[in-house]
């Protein structure tokens, strides 16, 4: 074709036809249904291993990795003293609760007292005193089993065997009226051994095993009386024993922070540590191990 101006050029622009492409429709966003659930394990991920001390691990027998029996003491002794701080704060708890209780009973003299005051005050009473013995029996398990290890630690220090076996102390510690004296005997008979001192002599306790030892009598007492105090009936017998309940949590308290005073008496003789010397442990050489992989040197002209 030919104009005037000379020939034209003319550029085709193809366009598709009406409805020929989908329309186009925003995302919809779907509500948050939570953190992804898998059906299985995922595989991905840090593998499942936990830092830990060797000797965590269960020893190889005749390894020099096997846990030393003063180290089995201390361990047990360490627990145990845990255990005793808890059962400590839960007496002394439920001993203000038996106070609170005591305070309402003489409040009630004057007039009706509210209703949630005294639930609340139920409530504080039994769940300390349902906790409380069960810290006291995991308490003592773990004391006993301390004093097991303990008489093992002295008795290879001092080069003479225990004078009665573990099986009486445990039944010693059961048997109505022999708990109130074979406790004191075998925690004088383990400091008496821990001390060094000879076979032959007599065992002294010291001042502080002679005050555990009466505060484990009075326990031991003021628990029994407490037991067939609940069988009486009576407004006034029931007062009192609001009040003997307090004594008992308080004496109980009492018994939980000597006993640890004891652990950590008995621990210092059997494994004395040398506070100056101890500092804390790293690394300073590593032997034997092979060298880790360096990394590759990047060469002369390549970018970054």
Known sequence: MTYPGGPMRVDWVATPPPGAQPPR???????YTGPPSYPATPRWGFPLLVWRWPTALPPVPGSSASVSPVDRARATGAAAVQALWITA????T???????RYTLLLASR???LSGAVVSLSDALVITTGVVSVLAALLSLLLAVLWLRRAREVAALAAGFAPPRPDWQVVLGLLLPGINLVVPGSALAEL????????????????RLVLLWWGAWVVGVLLFVLTVLWSFRGG????ADGVLLHAVNDLAAAALAVLTIRVVHW??????PVDT????RARVVRVTGAPPPPLRPARPAGVRR
């Not at 429709?25 to 509500?31: K, Q, T």
């Not at 439920?94 to 609170?100: F, K, M, N, P």
């Not at 100056?276 to 500092?279: D, L, M, N």
Request: glycine letters at 12%; proline letters at 10%.
């Open 276 to 279: 100056h010397r101890v500092r």
């Open 235 to 238: 407004v006034q017998a029931a």
């Open 191 to 206: 400091e008496h051994a821990a001390l060094g001192r000879p076979a032959a002599t007599r065992p002294t306790p010291s």
């Open 94 to 100: 439920a001993a203000c609760g038996e106070g609170w």
């Open 89 to 92: 704060a839960l007496c002394l």
């Open 266 to 271: 008995i621990n210092g003789l059997i494994g």
């Open 25 to 31: 429709f925003a995302p919809r966003r779907l509500p």
């Open 110 to 112: 004057y007039g009706a």
